[in-house]
């Protein structure tokens, strides 16, 4: 059975820091997501990584991923206050053909 | 492209009550998910369909059930319903032929149910 590990569950920082989330899963998988998920909100797609040393960035958030570690990072550079939100990631192993297995999320405060 | 739509917004139903919710996926795309999301929790596969059958399922009692139409809309039938029931539902769509894209599956705004 997948299953999604992240870390930290819950990130206080500043605004203007820098920090790491960390995705591990359990098993071979060839796409890994990120969403974000604003309180009662639905699930906001961040970005789709599809092989292994890939990354991507967008504005002050960049993803990679080691397929071989079978990790992801979400790192944050310089945080502002709009970046609070939940973050997870999911990973689909196509043998599945798109179920997402979904990390435990984490859930970022960045402190005015 | 109204994207993913869902309906009902939020739903209250009481115990051993029944419940049907509906999607719409986003033009183009022709394979519904739908997804449980108990709150502090990340979404929790319950089934997909694809060509008006369930291809696959997750760890959901037989309570839950699912229709996709010829339109590819979809709904979800969720009977006897118990407290834990309550839930985020969110349904989120793709075009199956994920191999060669990169898209990504989109979600809609979600079910919001209480059970009483």
């Known amino acids: 059975e997948l299953k999604v590990e992240q870390n930290p569950l819950f990130l206080s920082m500043q605004e203007g820091k820098n920090y790491t989330i960390y995705c591990n899963y359990s098993t071979t998988s060839d796409r890994l997501y990120w969403y974000r998920q604003d309180p009662g909100k639905s699930l906001e797609s961040l970005f789709v990584?599809?092989?292994?040393?890939a990354v991507k960035q967008e504005g002050r958030l960049m993803a990679s991923l080691d397929t071989k570690a079978r990790l992801s990072t979400l790192h944050i550079t310089a945080a502002v206050h709009d970046l609070s939100a939940t973050y997870f990631c999911?990973?689909?192993?196509?043998?599945?053909?798109?179920?997402?297995?979904f990390g435990t999320g984490t859930q970022l405060k960045v402190e005015l | 492209d109204a994207g993913v739509t869902q309906s009902p917004t939020h739903l209250i139903k009481t115990r051993g009550q029944q419940v049907t919710l509906r999607c719409s996926p986003k033009?183009?795309?022709?394979?519904v998910s739908w997804y449980q999301q108990a709150l502090g929790q990340g979404p929790q596969f319950i089934f997909q369909?694809?060509?008006?059958?369930?291809?696959q399922r997750g760890n959901f009692p037989d309570r839950f059930s699912g229709h996709q139409f010829p339109n590819y809309s979809s709904e979800l039938n969720v009977n006897a319903l118990l407290l834990g029931d309550s839930a985020l539902y969110l349904c989120?769509?793709?075009?199956?032929?994920?191999?060669?894209?990169?898209?990504?599956?989109?979600f809609g705004p979600g079910t919001r149910l209480t059970v009483l």
């Open positions: 033009s183009g795309h022709d394979t």
């Open positions: 990584l599809l092989s292994n040393g």
């Open positions: 369909y694809y060509e008006e059958e369930e291809r």
């Open positions: 989120a769509s793709s075009p199956l032929g994920l191999a060669e894209r990169t898209d990504t599956q989109y």
């Open positions: 999911a990973v689909d192993n196509r043998r599945g053909g798109n179920k997402l297995t």
